[in-house]
């Protein structure tokens, strides 16, 4: 699903136009980037929760050189659905 399909369906359910729908869209990602960037969880009700974890910084061998790299520290984001998605996913089948 692209985002022009993801804001049909959100302006099919609430009725809002398409400017309110795509600013709403817009906001949240901004709002999950920011506060993930921040290290701070967010849980979406229903949907799941997204979690910033840190990874430190590692050396690694590329294997056709033989060198070692160091890799600096990132944060990466992980995404644990609910049960409430999950029971959903698995009746749909």
Avoid: W, Y
């Amino acid at each position: 699903m692209d985002t022009k399909a993801l804001l049909d369906i959100i302006i099919e359910k609430t009725g809002i136009d398409i400017s309110t729908a795509e600013s709403l869209l817009d906001s949240l990602v901004e709002v999950t980037g920011s506060e993930c960037s921040d290290m701070n969880s967010i849980a979406l009700p229903g949907f799941g929760s997204f979690e910033p974890k840190k990874r430190q910084e590692r050396v690694a061998v590329h294997p056709s050189t033989g060198r070692r790299m160091l890799i600096p520290p990132k944060i990466t984001l992980s995404f644990r659905p609910s049960a409430l998605l999950k029971q959903k996913v698995k009746n749909a089948r």
